[in-house]
């Protein structure tokens, strides 16, 4: 048995030092205005397991499960937040997972394996992608001031769990 999930997350952008992205610092002028370390990228993989899995997550979303009017959530490290999904997934198995990420700057090419190596050792999966994408100058990320993440993320079965 197969699921699929797809999440979604963006931010907009503050003065700062540096975007954690898939859980890798990237040094730059700009952070993200988040209550959490504001990582789109694992938001939004931890949203698409919650859309893959809606009847062990009980329908919730990262805001449902993580809210940002939560104290203990303020700053929070989003890989942290990932760990406690991936505790609940069992017998699931994460099979493999995509993500688009649109980011106007900084450029993030050199890091890209990085982020996938990060991933790939977080979800004990071979199959992670991350693939970069420009705005082209349109809307809030084209004017660099923000970013987005898309994932899908594909679960299967496993009865040995």
Known sequence: MERFGLGFDSHKYKKGNGLKLGGVFIPCKYSFKAHSDGDIIIHALIDSILGALPDVFEYGNIGTIF?????????????????QILDKIHPWKIESCDIVLIIEEPKIGKNIISIIENLKNI???????????????????????????????????????
Do not use: H, R
């Not at 939560?70 to 890989?79: G, Q």
């Open 67 to 83: 809210p940002d009017s939560d104290p203990k959530y303020k700053e929070a490290n989003s890989i942290s937040l990932l760990n």
């Open 123 to 161: 979800l004990k999966t071979e199959i992670v992608n991350v693939k970069p994408k420009t705005a082209e100058g349109l809307g809030l990320i084209g004017n660099k001031k923000g970013a987005a993440a898309f994932c899908i993320i594909k679960l299967k079965y496993d009865s040995k769990k």
